[in-house]
């Protein structure tokens, strides 16, 4: 049993139940925003994300998420096997924009922002969040110049060539408040 549902009011779901869910890709990646975390209690980092993907991949369910490589976060998710996605309702959009603009490097997100920091399932997850995806890094790769076939959203995106690195993590567990 995972600390989400034993001391925070969580209800541990399948992955597939997110279809019951109502789960809106559209809405919760791009007008909620999320926040993409990695790390456990020797060391977390967390940014807040708008960009992103949620489907079925390989016959599974899957969220891709994208990270550039100057991000403090990406230090992180690279050394774990497992990463969360966690989304909130509206009352935490303040904390997120912070977590957005504001690097781990530089200062400590939870002591700023008052989000509470939970370690389960070998992963770092939000006392705040209302929906937590723990995901198994799956597949890793950099988006490159070369893959664009519509050339204006690279130049629109990477002027400067700091390409995201995609992560595709297999959904294993859902947590819902």
Not at 131 to 142: I, R
Request: proline share 2%; charged share 25%; hydrophobic share 40%.
């Amino acid at each position: 049993m995972s600390i989400l549902t034993e001391k925070y009011g969580f209800k541990e779901l399948e992955p597939s139940a997110l279809v019951e869910k109502d789960f809106n890709p559209f809405k919760k990646i791009d007008k909620e925003w999320f926040l993409v975390t990695a790390g456990d209690e020797n060391g977390w980092n967390t940014m807040t994300a708008s960009w992103g993907f949620a489907g079925i991949m390989w016959g599974r369910q899957t969220f891709t998420t994208v990270i550039r490589p100057q991000r403090h976060t990406k230090v992180f998710i690279d050394k774990a096997d497992t990463f969360t996605i966690c989304f909130f309702d509206e009352s935490e959009r303040k904390a997120l924009a912070f977590c957005g603009s504001h690097s781990g490097r530089d200062c400590n997100k939870a002591e700023e922002t008052g989000l509470v920091p939970v370690f389960t399932d070998g992963t770092t997850a939000f006392e705040q969040a209302k929906l937590v995806l723990v995901c198994e890094k799956a597949y890793v790769q950099q988006m490159n110049a070369e893959s664009f076939i519509n050339k204006d959203i690279c130049e629109a995106n990477y002027a400067s060539g700091d390409f995201h690195y995609q992560y595709i993590g297999v959904i294993k567990k859902v947590y819902v408040k």
